[in-house]
């Protein structure tokens, strides 16, 4: 029998997902589950990634206590976040993070440069403060010694990688978060790395999704106990739940529910107009060329926040139960700057009630309830403003990942969007990354196979 592993990486856990065919179905089994999330050094917010690629090497040793070794591997995580290695491929200053305040301002620097107009039309990439382009510039800015020290530029999972294989190698889903990828040639924009006063030797090949790297490092193999096949997954998190989309049709509207909630649809062409930048949608790079014509979209890490800060520990079903007892109609604005990392959720949820004069959430239940209205009031204007620049008017939604599995906001999208939602599977974003193996190796044939296997293999929820 032939497994497979997916390594998948969140910003607030990661876990390893073993797989296998059975009578036409894919059969999941979690093997390992870890927390994850970012530490405050010194001021700054970072990724312990010695830390993270030690849990990595425990799930493996897991399938070798189990007797189930995968014929290969791939890893997963969030975009843009990156890391700098020397000529010894030591990581120069920090993996910082991308809730790090070191990108404020930054914005106004690169438009120094490049127009955001200019910037846009040749990357497709909305702007975010959190985009690579402007962690980079913010180096450039206040650390330029650590770009001349710099040998090797990697995105989180490809140096992850590297640290299983020994290889070097930049994939093009992670890559094109970056807004440094030109999104026609679908490589880097070297004259705008040339604009930027970036130094271009330190940037990989980039290779598609499916690329097999190689084995794991002698050292590596001896420790978790086998050898298996590296390969290079679409790397960006989203990029691999949305090649899982349980579809047939190319004219689907998913939303990949987690941390992030991330709505969009597929388009095989960057849409790149002026429309599409003023609606800040973004474009992508997913399985096999397909853009992820997409809104990102302040998910559930603004429950997630209220639930750590809640004194009482309690579980999101029972929040998600208190928020439908409640009858507060506030909405606050999910994509504002204000949640993006404040000190407390729950005080920033009832400060924007109060700054735009509506009733002020106070239990609980109340505060739940109010982010479940901000989420589906802000996927409706989304979805409109997606349907008019595509001109596409979309029936059904499919939500996929961890959010999936919250039939009150599916509820709640289902009735603000006026759309028939589906919901699962749960672990797209595994399963995406794990069909990528199985295509790579031949036991898949191709994307269109690849979905059908995955409506059949779970149960798909309905809400109208």
């Not at 093997?31 to 999330?37: A, D, E, T, W, Y």
């Not at 990949?256 to 790079?285: D, F």
């Not at 309690?314 to 439908?324: D, L, N, P, T, Y």
Request: net charge negative; charged share 25%.
């Amino acid at each position: 029998m032939n497994y497979y592993l997916a390594i998948d990486l969140g910003a607030s856990s990661g876990r390893h997902i073993l797989a296998h065919s059975e009578q036409g179905k894919i059969v999941l089994e979690e093997i390992h589950r870890f927390k994850n999330g970012f530490d405050n050094k010194n001021g700054t917010l970072c990724w312990d990634t010695k830390r993270l690629f030690n849990e990595i090497v425990t799930g493996m040793k897991k399938c070798k206590e189990l007797g189930k070794i995968p014929s290969s591997v791939a890893i997963d995580t969030w975009g843009v976040d990156f890391v700098l290695l020397d000529k010894d491929d030591n990581i120069v200053g920090d993996s910082v993070c991308y809730r790090d305040s070191r990108t404020n301002g930054m914005d106004k620097e690169l438009s120094k440069i490049i127009s955001e107009d200019a910037l846009y039309n040749r990357t497709g990439i909305q702007k975010q403060l959190f985009n690579t382009s402007y962690q980079l510039l913010s180096i450039k800015l206040n650390h330029p010694e650590y770009l001349e020290q710099a040998e090797t530029f990697l995105f989180i999972p490809e140096y992850l990688t590297f640290l299983l294989s020994g290889k070097k190698a930049s994939e093009y889903t992670i890559a094109s978060t970056s807004q440094l990828i030109n999104a026609e040639n679908k490589n880097w924009d070297y004259e705008l790395l040339d604009m930027m006063g970036i130094k271009k030797d330190i940037f990989c090949p980039i290779h598609r999704p499916g690329t097999i790297v190689g084995n794991l490092r002698k050292e590596i193999a001896e420790e978790v106990g086998f050898d298996t096949q590296v390969i290079l997954t679409a790397a960006h998190d989203t990029a691999s739940a949305i090649a899982a989309l349980p579809t047939q049709t190319d004219d689907t509207l998913y939303i990949s529910s987690g941390t992030w909630s991330l709505l969009g649809t597929e388009s095989m062409k960057p849409i790149c107009t002026k429309e599409s930048m003023e609606a800040n949608l973004t474009n992508e790079g997913g399985y096999d060329y397909r853009f992820r014509f997409l809104k990102n979209i302040m998910g559930l890490w603004m429950m997630q926040s209220v639930r750590r800060e809640w004194k009482e520990e309690i579980g999101f079903g029972e929040i998600s139960a208190m928020a439908r007892e409640c009858d507060i109609k506030s909405v606050v604005d999910p994509q504002s700057d204000v949640f993006f990392a404040p000190e407390s959720m729950i005080e920033a949820v009832k400060n924007e009630c109060k700054r735009t004069n509506q009733q002020i959430p106070e239990t609980l239940g109340e505060i739940a309830k109010v982010i479940y209205n901000s989420l589906s009031d802000c996927y409706a204007t989304a979805i409109k403003q997606i349907e008019g620049i595509t001109g596409i008017k979309y029936s059904e939604i499919a939500i996929v990942g961890g959010g999936s599995q919250d039939a009150y906001l599916n509820e709640m999208t289902a009735k603000a969007t006026g759309k028939k939602v589906s919901a699962g599977p749960t672990e797209a974003t595994a399963m995406g990354n794990l069909i990528i193996q199985m295509m790579a190796l031949g036991e898949i044939e191709d994307l269109k196979q690849a979905r059908k296997i995955v409506a059949d293999s779970f149960d798909i929820k309905y809400f109208n």
